[in-house]
Structures are given as C-alpha cells and as structure tokens.
T-cell receptor, first 115, second 111 residues
C-alpha cells in the first residue's frame, strides 16, 4: 500500500511569490491535514479537509489556503510569501473524518525556503 | 485555550539508559496519541491511549495515561541508537476535531 506522497520535495521561492504544495493521501483516506514545522520546532496545525470541504483551520493568516479534490488529494497554497514561511510542510491523511480519534499517516513533507 | 507541555525539551542519554518524557495538558483529555519523528523524517504514529490509567507496552516502550486524563508519559527501557528522534504527544483540541501536537522531546542516544 502506497503511503502519503507530497510534491515537490523542495521548493525555493522569493518573498512575495506564491507557493503551491501538493499531497496525495493513502488510498481510501478521506481526510487530509496540513501542518507547518519550522526548523527544530513542533508541528503547527494549518488546515483539515474532509470529503472536499475545509473542516477546520489553525491560527494562520488567510494567505494560507487550500483545497481538496474529488480524488481526495489536496493542495496547499501560500500567497505573498514571507521569510518566516520557510519551513517543512507536512501533509497527513486519516481513514475517517471523525476528528481527533484516528491515526494520522504523514507524508515526507515539502521543504519550502523563502529567500 | 488548551496548553500542552512536554518535558524535558531535550534529553541526552547513554545507550542502555532509560528515558522518560512527560506530556501535560491544562484540560482533561478524551484520548492522546504519541508520535515519533526521526531526524530528517516525518512523524510516525506510535500509539493511542483512551482509558484513564491505561498502560500500553510496545517492546521497550511503555505508554501511560494519567488517572485524571490530563497527563501521559512515554518510557523507554534500555535505549538504543535507533530510539533517537523527537517524541510528540498529541491530544485532541478543545473541540475534539484535531490533534494539538506538543512541542516534543528530542532524544539523543550516545553509543
């Protein structure tokens, strides 16, 4: 069974640009979560999508947005990039959209660097 | 809002020594999960605890959920170099919709 995949592995942008990160969940998983992990720090919850809809978002500005497609893959968009957006962006998927009771399977992450 | 603390932040041990990390919440929890992230890797689910006072073991790892369901611990017996990484506890948020990851405990094991 294929795990969660993310692309690209690395992304380098300059301040003010836009970044698009992609995630494919494990087959059969309907929920996708996005997290930001700044270097050496913990995971900060960004967004939760389930069945194509945004179910919850963390304490991040509106320039962080995303969507989930009918095949349950997901895209995270970050507009007007700032230097402090440099981080590892992790995507996770889980089997059911019942919130905080399900094991999350993480992808390898996308390392975003903003210059 | 909910606050999750993990102590210690860092722990350096000699191979063969034991290790314990503690997770404390400001609110009563319905359940708690633990994840491990190896250096350069992504978090991997270890276990979920649900019942008050629950103790679960996975080989050298022992997980415990406090009687009041406000704290949890992970104990590793006789650490090995493969145990190196950051251990995160993850309780649900106040609405039970998502997990809130603690700041993590980074474990270093010296051979």
């Amino acid at each position: 069974e294929a795990g969660v995949t993310q692309s690209p592995t690395h992304l380098i942008k300059t301040r003010g640009q836009q970044a698009t990160l992609r995630c494919s969940p494990i087959s059969g998983h309907t929920s996708v979560y996005w997290y930001q992990q700044a270097l050496g720090l913990g995971l900060q919850f960004l967004l939760w999508y389930d069945e194509g809809e945004e179910r919850n978002r963390g304490n991040f500005p509106p320039r962080f947005s995303g969507r989930q497609f009918p095949n349950y893959s997901s895209e995270l968009n970050v507009n007007a990039l700032e230097l402090e957006d440099s981080a590892l962006y992790l995507c996770a998927s889980s089997l059911l959209g019942t919130g905080a009771y399900n094991e999350q399977f993480f992808g390898p992450g996308t390392r975003l660097t903003v210059l | 809002g909910q606050q999750v603390m993990q102590i210690p932040q860092y722990q350096h041990v000699q191979e063969g020594e034991d290790f314990t990390t503690y997770c404390n919440s400001s609110t009563t929890l319905s359940n708690i999960q633990w994840y491990k992230q190896r250096p350069g890797g992504h978090p991997v689910f270890l276990i979920q605890l649900v019942k008050s006072g629950e103790v679960k073991k996975q080989k050298r790892l022992t997980f415990q959920f406090g009687e009041a369901k406000k704290n949890s611990s992970l104990h590793i017996t006789a650490t090995q170099t493969t145990d190196v990484g950051t251990y995160f506890c993850a309780p649900p948020d106040n609405y039970g919709q998502n997990f809130v990851f603690g700041p993590g405990t980074r474990l270093s094991v010296l051979p």
